[in-house]
């Protein structure tokens, strides 16, 4: 079974400088895309990045950048010059193929992450 | 049209009451999805719509009765809610039932807060 795991509960950075939040992923599946998401305290979920298995390069999306490591099964993201804006709860997923039936999410813990002045 | 629209924003409903959710899009996606959320928790799945058929539903208790009259337009009919399905209800589409396009990752509404007294 497909499984995402974030390790981090909280964290806090001091405004400006970068931050890496951690998500590691089990599948058996060769095929495979890996999503970040923004939800603020408001609810919604935000699509900040994502990573195919295949894709060779990083992904990056201004200030995010996504370290896909894939021999160990890695996709941290990175928030370089971080903004009082960036405080929110922060999910790691996988997108499960299931051909026919509609792609499934799955969601690692969440992250929540507080920018400090 | 890039947004997934939820309907409405906030509900509260009494155990014996019969409401409905609304959940639209206009991006020409087939496949749609109901989410459930408690707070600092990740989203659970709960059904999934494929070409406007019931594609996964993840056990759902009978309380909870999705309907998909077209392909724009979700729906989830409560009755008989307890407390405890106090959350947010979030609503997603993809673009296709996961072939071919895993880049195209989930478009989120807003949510639903729904509390259940």
């Known amino acids: 079974a497909q499984k995402i795991t974030q390790t981090q509960p909280g964290m806090f950075v001091q405004e400006k400088e970068a931050v890496t939040l951690d998500c590691t992923y089990d599948?058996?599946?060769?095929?495979?895309?890996l999503f970040w998401y923004k939800q603020p305290s408001s609810g919604e979920m935000i699509f900040l990045i994502y990573?195919?298995?295949?894709?060779?390069q990083n992904a990056t999306e201004g200030r995010y950048s996504l370290n896909f490591q894939k021999a160990r099964k890695s996709a941290n993201l990175v928030i370089s010059a971080s903004q009082l804006g960036d405080s929110a709860m922060y999910f790691c997923?996988?997108?499960?193929?299931?051909?026919?039936?509609?792609?499934?999410?799955?969601f690692g813990q969440g992250t929540e992450l507080s920018v400090k002045p | 049209d890039t947004e997934v629209t939820q309907t409405p924003k906030h509900l509260v409903m009494g155990m014996t009451n019969k409401k409905s959710l609304k959940c639209e899009q206009h991006?020409?996606?087939?496949?749609m999805y109901w989410y459930k959320q408690k707070a600092k928790k990740p989203p659970e799945l709960m059904f999934v719509?494929?070409?406007?058929?019931?594609?996964i539903n993840e056990s759902v208790p009978s309380r909870f009765s999705p309907e998909c009259p077209n392909s724009s337009l979700l729906n989830l009919h409560l009755h008989a809610l307890q407390p405890e399905d106090s959350a947010l209800y979030l609503c997603?589409?993809?673009?296709?039932?996961?072939?071919?396009?895993?880049?195209?990752?989930?478009?989120f509404g807003s949510g639903t807060r729904l509390t259940v007294v």
């Open positions: 997603a589409s993809s673009q296709g039932p996961g072939t071919g396009f895993p880049e195209y990752g989930y478009t």
């Open positions: 997923a996988m997108r499960d193929f299931l051909y026919n039936q509609g792609g499934k999410l799955i």
């Open positions: 991006m020409g996606h087939r496949a």
């Open positions: 719509y494929s070409y406007e058929k019931l594609s």
């Open positions: 599948t058996s599946d060769p095929s495979y895309g």
């Open positions: 990573q195919g298995s295949y894709d060779q």
